[in-house]
C-alpha cells in the first residue's frame, strides 16, 4: 500500500505543495540586487503572501538567492553555503550578473555565468530587475516546484566532478573540504 | 485498562489540540502584523505549511549528540507542560483528566524553564557563536521576567492556600469571580512577565534575526527547526491556557477557551508589533522595574 504509485503521487503533491508555498529565503546580498529586496518584503510588493520568508542562516533556507555578481572572493563563500543548506534546496540568478557577468564582463576579478559554479534553477534578467521581476521569479520557481522541475541539488550531486573542476579554476586556494558521497 | 487508553487518546488529542490552535493563533499573528505593515500577508494556514515542508526536509547536520536531542528536550518540555495544565473546567475534556496534583504549579513554573534549557544545552553544542550569544540572551532574559512571574504565582498561591491550578480553578467556579480581579496586581505582573515569556517583539532579543541570525536555532535546520516550531506552538497555548485558568477563571468549553486565550494573546502580539527591539540590559531592567514592583504590590495584597 506504501508503495502505490498514486499514494506517492499524493504525498509528492503534498511535498510539492508546502515547498512551494513556504520558501525560506536566504539573500545573498552583496551585490547591488539586495537594494531591491526590502522592496519586495515590504509593505508594498509583500512577498511574504506568497510564502516567501527571509532565513537567517543556510541551515534553516530552501532558497539561496544570488543578488548580482560574485567575486571570486565571495563564490568561496557562496559555495559553502550553498553546500551548507538542507535538500531540497533551490537558487534563483538575480540580474544580468549572475547569467553572463553583466557590466563586469570583463572584469578579472568577477565569475560570469553562476550556472558553471553552482545549479541555477530560475535566472531574474534586468539590471536591476524590479520587485515586481522578482515576484515573477519566485512564481516560476513556484511553477517550476510544483511540476518537480526544481531539481538544481540532485544536478549538483550527480555532477558533482564538473561543478569542483569548474570552481577550483577559479579558486586558487581551495577553502573546502572534499566530500566523498 | 480501558481508562489508561481513553487517557492516553485524550492526551494525543490535547497535543493535538494544542498544536493546531497554537499553530493558528502563529498564523493569524503573522497575518495581524502583516495588516498593521499595510501588508496582505501570509494565509492563516502558512505555519502549518511551513511545519510540513520543514519535516519533509532532508536533516544532515551532526555536531554532537546534544545537537541531536535539545530539540527533542523542547518538545518534550512543552508537552509535558501541556499535560499539567488543565485545558477545560470541571472534568477535563475528551476523557482526559491532566496530570494535576496539589503542587502543580510549583512544578510547572520549573517545568516551563525546562524547554529553554534543553534548547541551550543543544545549541551549545553547534559551537556556532550566534547561538552562544542567542542562548545567554535567553537565559539573561529569563532571570528577568521569571522573578516577577514567580511573585506574582506566589502571591497567588499565599492569598488562596493552594498550589494546585485546578485548586485556583475551583475557586474561581465557587466564588463566581477571576482571580485577575480577586488580586489584580499579580495579574498585572504576570502578563507583564507573559511578554518576556512569549520572545516577541521587543524582548525577542534571543531570536533576533538581524542581530544574532535567530540565535539558538541558528544551526538547526529542517526537522529540527520543524520541531521547535511544533514545541513554540503547543507551548504558547500552553501558557495562555495557563493564564486563562489561573486568572480569568477557565472555559466551560473550547469555544471560551478559544475566545479568552486570544484575548490574552492579543495583549503581546499588539505590544510587540508597535515596539522596535529592546537591548538585553533594557529588556532586563524593563522586567525589574515595573512588573518586580507590581509583583511586590501582589504579595503585599495577599498577605493583607
Known amino acids: 500500500m506504501y508503495n502505490d504509485n498514486n499514494a506517492q503521487t499524493i504525498v509528492e503533491y503534498i511535498k510539492n505543495f508546502t515547498r512551494k508555498n513556504s520558501l525560506f529565503m536566504l539573500a545573498y546580498g552583496t551585490g547591488c540586487g539586495a537594494i531591491e529586496l526590502p522592496a519586495t518584503l515590504t509593505s508594498r510588493y509583500d512577498a511574504e503572501r506568497l510564502g516567501v520568508r527571509g532565513a537567517a542562516t543556510p541551515r534553516q533556507a530552501d532558497l539561496l538567492l544570488i543578488t548580482g555578481y560574485l567575486s571570486t572572493k565571495t563564490l568561496k563563500r557562496v559555495i559553502r553555503v550553498y553546500e551548507q543548506m538542507q535538500d531540497p534546496k533551490y537558487v534563483i540568478g538575480f540580474g544580468s550578473c549572475t547569467i553572463n557577468g553583466g557590466m563586469y564582463w570583463d572584469s578579472y576579478n568577477t565569475i560570469k555565468m553562476l550556472d558553471k559554479y553552482i545549479p541555477v534553477d530560475v535566472y531574474i534578467n534586468g539590471c536591476m530587475p524590479r520587485p515586481e521581476s522578482v515576484i515573477a521569479g519566485f512564481k516560476e520557481l513556484q511553477r517550476l516546484i510544483s511540476e518537480g522541475k526544481a531539481d538544481g541539488a540532485t544536478k549538483y550531486k550527480e555532477n558533482l566532478d564538473w561543478y569542483r573542476e569548474n570552481q577550483k579554476k577559479v579558486l586558487k586556494n581551495w577553502p573546502l573540504v572534499e566530500y566523498n558521497w | ?304
Not at chain 2, 493535538?16 to 502563529?26: D, I, K, P, R
Not at chain 2, 491550578?165 to 465557587?174: D, K, S
Not at chain 2, 535546520?221 to 477563571?249: E, H, P, R
Open chain 2, 1 to 304: 485498562m480501558n481508562t489508561i487508553l481513553f487517557q492516553l487518546f485524550g492526551a494525543l488529542a490535547t497535543i493535538l489540540l494544542a498544536f493546531t490552535v497554537g499553530m493558528f493563533y502563529g498564523g493569524i499573528r503573522r497575518k495581524i502584523i502583516a495588516r498593521i505593515q499595510n501588508r496582505v500577508g501570509p494565509p492563516i494556514y502558512q505555519n502549518f505549511l511551513d511545519v510540513i515542508k520543514l519535516y519533509s526536509k532532508e536533516t544532515s547536520i551532526h555536531h554532537g549528540a546534544m545537537q541531536h536531542m535539545g530539540p527533542v528536550f523542547a518538545i518534550t518540555a512543552s508537552i509535558t507542560s501541556l499535560m499539567f495544565v488543565p485545558v477545560l473546567n470541571g472534568e477535563g475534556w475528551f476523557w482526559f483528566k491532566n496530570l494535576n496534583f496539589s503542587g502543580d504549579l510549583i512544578f510547572l513554573v520549573y517545568m516551563m524553564v525546562f524547554g529553554s534549557l534543553g534548547m541551550a544545552l543543544g545549541a551549545g553544542q553547534t559551537g556556532n557563536p550566534n547561538s552562544a550569544i542567542g542562548v545567554t540572551r535567553g537565559l539573561s532574559q529569563m532571570v528577568g521576567y521569571e522573578i516577577p512571574f514567580v511573585m506574582s504565582m506566589v502571591a497567588l498561591m499565599a492569598q488562596f492556600h493552594t498550589t494546585s491550578i485546578t485548586g485556583l480553578m475551583n475557586i474561581q467556579v465557587q466564588e463566581n469571580t477571576w482571580l485577575m480581579f480577586s488580586n489584580p496586581f499579580a495579574f498585572i505582573a504576570a502578563v507583564l512577565a507573559m511578554l518576556g515569556m512569549f520572545h516577541y517583539s521587543p524582548f525577542d532579543i534571543v531570536h533576533a534575526p538581524a542581530e544574532v541570525a535567530s540565535g539558538p536555532v541558528s544551526e538547526f535546520g529542517g526537522k529540527y527547526l520543524g520541531l521547535m516550531m511544533s514545541s513554540g506552538s503547543i507551548f504558547a497555548f500552553v501558557k495562555l491556557t495557563l493564564f486563562v485558568n489561573i486568572f480569568m477563571g477557565g472555559a466551560a468549553n473550547l469555544i471560551e477557551l478559544v475566545i479568552k486565550t486570544f484575548a490574552l494573546y492579543l495583549i503581546p502580539v499588539l505590544y510587540g508589533v508597535t515596539s522596535p527591539r529592546y537591548r538585553t540590559e533594557q529588556a532586563i531592567t524593563y522586567f525589574w522595574k515595573w512588573p518586580l514592583f507590581f509583583g511586590v504590590i501582589a504579595i503585599l495584597w495577599a498577605s493583607f
